[in-house]
């Protein structure tokens, strides 16, 4: 399952290269090191609320657009979980419990 921190660091990351944007760029512009943004593009730190809008306001793009963005892979995996739990027969479940 991926975690919240992943796919905000997915969010952030499509946002940048979109705009072809360099990890140096939005260092010098969001005021952060470039090696906190990789670490959390990659999904190994998560960003305070502060952060996370001075990256947003990096990347001209408002907070609440890459909180939505996230939302909506958080929402779509959850589907596809639920999906696959809900795919599998009753008896298989009480078989895999025992």
Same mark, same amino acid.
């Given at each position: 399952?991926?975690?919240?921190?992943?796919?905000?660091?997915?969010? %952030?990351?499509?946002?940048?290269?979109?705009?072809?944007?360099?990890?140096? /760029?939005? +260092?010098?512009?969001?005021?952060?090191?470039?090696?906190? #943004? +990789?670490?959390?593009?990659?999904?190994?730190?998560?960003?305070? +609320?502060?952060? %996370?809008?001075? %990256?947003?306001?990096?990347? /001209? =793009?408002?907070? +609440?657009?890459?909180?939505? /963005?996230?939302?909506?892979?958080?929402? #779509?995996?959850?589907?596809?979980?639920?999906?696959?739990?809900?795919? #599998?027969?009753?008896?298989? =479940?009480?078989?895999?419990?025992?």
């Amino acid at each position: 399952m991926t975690t919240m921190r992943q796919f905000v660091g997915e969010v %952030l990351r499509g946002r940048r290269m979109a705009q072809g944007l360099t990890l140096r /760029d939005v +260092s010098a512009r969001a005021r952060v090191s470039l090696g906190y #943004i +990789s670490e959390v593009e990659r999904g190994q730190k998560e960003p305070s +609320s502060e952060l %996370l809008a001075a %990256l947003a306001s990096a990347l /001209d =793009v408002p907070l +609440s657009q890459v909180l939505l /963005d996230v939302s909506t892979l958080l929402a #779509i995996e959850e589907a596809t979980d639920l999906a696959s739990v809900s795919s #599998i027969a009753p008896g298989e =479940v009480e078989a895999s419990a025992a």
